[in-house]
Every structure is written in C-alpha cells, then in structure tokens.
C-alpha cells in the first residue's frame, strides 16, 4: 500500500505528500518501484504505526519528515 501511494504521488509530481517522492526530486535518482519489497507484514493500522515507528527510531538517518508513531 505504501509503495502505491509513493509511486502515485511521484507520477502525479507531488513530492510534498511523499518523502520518497521528495527525495527522488531532490537528487535526480531514479526509483525502480516494481523491484520494491515489503520489509515487514503488518495486520492492521496500528500494527504498522508502531512498526514504523521503531524502524524510524532504529534508523536516525533515513528521510522520513517525522519521528513515527513512537516519538513524542
């Protein structure tokens, strides 16, 4: 799902909605989105909140624009 939502805000040149758009943008790299894969399963919203959260907080340099679910 995130994936979509990355590639569509990247076609639709809407790098404000989309970090990953954002940076494709920024450096002039080129992203291959059907070679992408899922990292984790997650079964609901929540679920993948918090995943993303701890992934953000294990992670300090990736360029996601906020702390995720687990920074306050």
């Keep these: 799902m995130r994936c979509k939502q990355h590639t569509r805000h990247f076609h639709l ?3 404000q909605k989309s970090a990953v758009a ?3 943008f920024d450096t002039g790299q ?3 989105f059907n070679k992408t894969c899922r990292l984790v399963k ?3 919203y929540v679920d993948h909140l ?3 959260g701890i992934k953000t907080q294990l992670h300090p340099n990736n ?3 906020d ?3 687990m920074h306050s």
């Design 13 to 15: 040149d809407q790098p």
């Design 22 to 24: 954002h940076h494709i």
């Design 30 to 32: 080129s992203m291959k």
């Design 42 to 44: 997650v079964k609901g």
């Design 50 to 52: 918090v995943k993303e």
């Design 63 to 65: 360029f996601n624009r």
């Design 67 to 69: 702390g995720g679910f």
